[in-house]
């Protein structure tokens, strides 16, 4: 991962995330070099997305919010410790988390140049 997508991750409160070619716009964590996103029950849907599943993460400038690049990574359904989950709980600002999975999204940054663009 480019120090630039590692530092625009931090920042982001939201990222879209693309599975079947369905982007979808959802708030994330960015935390031990993966995107960890909570979804199902009252919360956010990502339709299609599940274990091993293969999805874009479209990460954009936090300053100037323009494209920075696409970012191949695996979805893996995980049961967080409580670390990660009181840092999603924290990050989750306007009601109590009412979600029914949890995803760890880890990048491919095999799938990027230097610059963050990706790799056709």
Do not use: F
């Given at each position: 991962?480019?120090?630039?997508?590692?530092?625009?991750l931090?920042?982001a409160a939201?990222?879209?995330?693309?599975?079947d070619?369905r982007?979808?716009l959802?708030?994330?964590?960015w935390?031990?070099g993966a995107?960890w996103?909570a979804?199902?029950g009252?919360?956010?849907?990502v339709?299609g997305l599940?274990?091993?599943?293969?999805c874009?993460?479209?990460v954009r400038?936090?300053?100037?919010?323009?494209h920075?690049?696409?970012?191949?990574?695996t979805?893996?359904?995980?049961?967080?410790e409580?670390?990660?989950?009181?840092?999603?709980?924290?990050?989750?600002?306007n009601a109590?988390?009412?979600?029914?999975?949890?995803?760890?999204?880890?990048?491919?940054?095999?799938?990027?140049?230097e610059?963050?663009?990706?790799?056709g």
């Amino acid at each position: 991962m480019t120090r630039l997508l590692d530092n625009a991750l931090r920042k982001a409160a939201a990222v879209w995330i693309t599975v079947d070619d369905r982007p979808r716009l959802v708030w994330a964590l960015w935390r031990d070099g993966a995107l960890w996103v909570a979804v199902g029950g009252d919360e956010q849907q990502v339709p299609g997305l599940g274990d091993g599943v293969t999805c874009t993460i479209t990460v954009r400038s936090p300053t100037t919010h323009s494209h920075l690049a696409d970012v191949p990574a695996t979805a893996s359904l995980v049961e967080p410790e409580k670390e990660v989950t009181d840092a999603l709980r924290a990050a989750r600002l306007n009601a109590e988390p009412l979600w029914t999975e949890v995803y760890r999204l880890d990048p491919d940054s095999q799938g990027l140049r230097e610059d963050g663009a990706q790799l056709g």
